[in-house]
């Protein structure tokens, strides 16, 4: 009977501190560090979009310490030290530079990246299937579709020879983007005008060298430079007549005629499922770099009107957001 009762205290003891230890599990606060080059990125939509249908609510069981380098790329070590040394559970870093900066301030906190350019060729992991050390992510190819929007704006205008490529030798994933940029566009028998732009204050004089070089359409790379100036952008497109493609929707938003990239949404959500993994006990390590399974063609019809060009049928229909 006592060895009865014995056994019964025992499970009872133990129920009792695993209910214990499932309540601290769930009370704990987590602190997420969020590394951006520009004020207009933000944490807000992994937060709202990815974290919150996994259970994460801000100000309850996460808490977000934000920084931006505010366009400012020599900024970002003294930002990525500053989050460190606030020792946060886990640190969001968007953008190859910013992930760059992020690796080099820690070899302990989990990294999670988001980059346009190559993860292995840049130096952030080993491999995508195993990135060993701290780190993992989500490449966003931004430099393998290249020739892909190439091949979108020779199909808006077919008689098309001539593209400027807008990119920041600066840039890791933008030079990536213009190398890659070089032999599809052989292939579309397309001449292409190299458009460097390190500073949003040369912005104005490399549009009118494109137009000197008989430019007809622009490819905008992903930089922090033309992330952080998309709307100036297009603006400068627009007043050159030029059809533009982007990978952001944002630009197309913005007046830019056309983007072709990874569909935002998804990869919000996948940075979200990172994030968990890791606050769960996961390893970086272990986690393998994703590249993105959905991709969103956006058109903006009132930009080709003011062109005066006639989106082809055949591209429009494949377009998966059109803004009339």
Do not use: C
């Not at 946060?88 to 760059?100: E, K, M, N, P, S």
């Not at 992020?102 to 195993?130: E, H, M, Q, W, Y």
């Amino acid at each position: 009977m006592k060895r009865k009762f014995l056994i019964l205290s025992l499970g009872l003891l133990m129920q009792t501190h695993l209910g214990l230890a499932q309540a601290q599990q769930q009370a704990k606060v987590f602190k997420i560090g969020g590394l951006v080059t520009t004020t207009d990125q933000s944490l807000s939509p992994i937060v709202h979009q990815g974290l919150r249908p996994l259970g994460y609510v801000e100000g309850k069981n996460i808490f977000i310490e934000y920084r931006s380098a505010e366009g400012k790329l020599e900024r970002l070590p003294a930002l990525a030290d500053e989050l460190v040394r606030l020792k946060v559970d886990v640190l969001v870093a968007i953008g190859t530079a910013v992930a760059l900066a992020a690796k080099n301030a820690t070899k302990t906190i989990p990294i999670v990246f988001t980059s346009g350019g190559d993860p292995v060729a840049v130096g952030l992991v080993d491999s995508l299937a195993r990135p060993g050390g701290n780190l993992t992510g989500l490449s966003t190819i931004s430099a393998e579709l290249a020739g892909k929007r190439l091949e979108l704006l020779k199909e808006t205008v077919p008689k098309l020879s001539r593209v400027a490529v807008l990119w920041n030798p600066q840039a890791a994933s933008s030079k990536q983007e213009w190398k890659e940029s070089l032999h599809p566009a052989r292939e579309l028998t397309l001449q292409l005008h190299s458009m460097e732009v390190s500073s949003a204050d040369k912005l104005e004089s490399a549009f009118k060298e494109a137009i000197k070089a008989r430019s007809a359409a622009l490819a905008v790379t992903s930089s922090p430079v033309n992330n952080s100036n998309h709307k100036r952008i297009a603006d400068l497109a627009a007043k050159h007549r030029l059809p533009a493609i982007s990978n952001r929707g944002e630009f197309v938003a913005s007046g830019g005629l056309m983007s072709y990239g990874p569909d935002e949404a998804e990869r919000f959500r996948r940075v979200a499922y990172l994030i968990d993994r890791i606050l769960k006990g996961a390893k970086p390590a272990d986690l393998l770099v994703e590249r993105p399974m959905g991709f969103e063609f956006t058109i903006n019809l009132k930009t080709a009107n003011a062109l005066g060009l006639t989106i082809p049928p055949i591209v429009l229909m494949r377009a998966q957001r059109v803004i009339k």
